[in-house]
């Protein structure tokens, strides 16, 4: 699934405005009932790919 809602640009480490902090890919997002989801970031289109993990 992408989505056009990035967590970097929520947490101000949006690679297009701000290119030299380099995080890890890929990133886990855990929920609560216990599925994780993979993140992944395609900042060139300005996009957060998620699949499950």
Same mark, same amino acid.
């Given at each position: ?7 970097? =640009? *929520? /947490?101000?480490?949006? &690679?297009?405005?701000? %290119?030299? %902090?380099?995080?890890? *890919? %890929?990133?886990?997002? &855990? /929920? !609560?009932?216990?599925?994780? /989801? *993979? /993140? !992944? =970031?395609?900042?060139?289109n300005c996009q957060m790919l998620v699949d499950e993990?």
């Open positions: 699934m992408t989505c056009r809602y990035c967590l970097l =640009f *929520e /947490l101000g480490h949006c &690679r297009k405005t701000n %290119p030299y %902090p380099k995080d890890k *890919e %890929p990133r886990y997002l &855990r /929920l !609560r009932i216990g599925k994780v /989801l *993979e /993140l !992944r =970031f395609d900042c060139k993990a």
